[in-house]
């Protein structure tokens, strides 16, 4: 079975500080999908990117920017000059094949990010 | 647009009852899903759907049943609500197969089993 893994529960850090987010994966498949989601305290999940196994470029998007490194299967997601609204659980997920057919998300537990003034 | 709609937002059932939570989405997305999220455990797949008239089992798929009569509709059974199902309940589409769509969440039910 294929799976997910975001060691860090919880991190916390001051206004301002970098903080990176770990996400390492399994998987046999040798064409998969990873994404990122963003639970802020509203509850809500807001979708933040999407990366294909076979583009290993890095992708950038304002504070935000995404690692991913086939050969460590690691998928990790790096806030810059972190702020107080980037607080919120973030969870990593595999695309994963389902019995019968189609495909479904596979979730990490999620990181809690605590950013404070 | 709407997207995907979950009602309702909060719910308490004693052991026992039954309920359904509703889903629907006006985006003519074929894969319907639900996910259940316990406090520190991610998201867990409960049952999804390819379209209309097929359904199948997820990770955690006892204790709930589901229909898909319509595209747009994907309501979730609870038939004996247990304390286990304490939860809150995502429901998400995706338009198509492939693997790499991102699926569109709905802002979830909050279920408590008392």
């Known amino acids: 079975a294929q799976k997910v893994t975001q060691a860090q529960t919880e991190i916390s850090v001051v206004e301002k500080e970098d903080v990176t987010l770990d996400c390492v994966y399994e998987?046999?498949?040798?064409?998969?999908?990873l994404f990122w989601y963003k639970q802020p305290p509203s509850g809500e999940l807001v979708f933040l990117i999407r990366?294909?196994?076979?583009?290993?470029q890095n992708e950038i998007s304002g504070r935000y920017s995404w690692n991913f490194q086939k050969s460590t299967s690691s998928f990790n997601f790096t806030i810059t000059a972190s702020q107080v609204v980037d607080s919120a659980v973030y969870f990593c997920?595999?695309?994963?094949?389902?019995?019968?057919?189609?495909?479904?998300?596979?979730f990490g537990k999620g990181t809690s990010l605590l950013v404070t003034p | 647009n709407a997207g995907v709609t979950q009602t309702p937002k909060f719910r308490i059932l004693k052991i026992g009852q039954s309920m359904t939570l509703q889903c629907t989405q006006d985006?003519?997305?074929?894969?319907m899903y639900w996910y259940r999220q316990d406090p520190g455990m991610g998201l867990k797949l409960i049952y999804y759907?390819?379209?209309?008239?097929?359904?199948d089992k997820g990770e955690v798929p006892n204790g709930y049943n589901v229909s898909r009569s319509t595209t747009e509709d994907f309501p979730l059974r609870l038939e004996l609500a247990a304390p286990s199902q304490t939860s809150v309940y995502f429901c998400?589409?995706?338009?198509?197969?492939?693997?790499?769509?991102?699926?569109?969440f709905g802002n979830g039910t909050r279920l408590t089993v008392t």
């Open positions: 998400a589409s995706s338009p198509d197969r492939g693997r790499g769509s991102p699926l569109h």
């Open positions: 998987t046999r498949d040798t064409t998969y999908y």
């Open positions: 990366r294909n196994s076979f583009d290993e």
């Open positions: 997920a595999l695309s994963e094949r389902q019995a019968n057919s189609g495909y479904a998300l596979n």
């Open positions: 985006m003519n997305h074929n894969y």
């Open positions: 759907s390819v379209g209309a008239g097929i359904t």
